[in-house]
């Protein structure tokens, strides 16, 4: 089974930027699998931030259009996301996943293995 670390997490101003990351033991060539990057704030659910389907397509949740951006590299083993114009808000444990037939690639329940996750805190 593949396993997924994170990294790149940390404490950051009011506007700035972080770019995490998420490195596979094997590669993301599965054709079924889904990608994912997931946060969650204390007493709050975890949440969808940004996932990749099957067919390369990005999805990124509304409250960060336009500020956060999914991506991984040419030899698919490494997952990115790249956030600009950081607010408060988007302070939360970041969690990235990989699951397969996702219905949905930011609903945390149709993932099945996960990172441990890496703390970003914006103040």
């Known amino acids: 089974q593949v396993q997924l670390v994170e990294s790149g997490g940390g404490s950051v101003q009011i506007g700035g930027s972080l770019t995490l990351a998420c490195a596979a033991s094997?590669?993301?060539?599965?054709?079924?699998?889904?990608w994912g990057w997931f946060r969650q704030a204390p007493g709050k659910a975890r949440e969808g931030v940004a996932g990749i389907g099957t067919n390369g397509v990005a999805t990124t949740t509304d409250s960060v259009k336009g500020r956060f951006t999914i991506s991984r590299d040419s030899a698919k083993t490494t997952l990115f996301l790249e956030m600009n114009s950081l607010k408060p808000d988007d302070t939360a444990m970041y969690y990235c996943?990989?699951?397969?037939?996702?219905?949905?690639?930011?609903?945390?329940?149709?993932?099945?293995?996960w990172g441990q996750g890496t703390q970003v805190t914006v103040s």
């Open positions: 996943a990989t699951g397969v037939y996702c219905a949905n690639v930011l609903s945390p329940s149709e993932y099945d293995t």
């Open positions: 094997r590669g993301f060539d599965d054709a079924d699998a889904e």
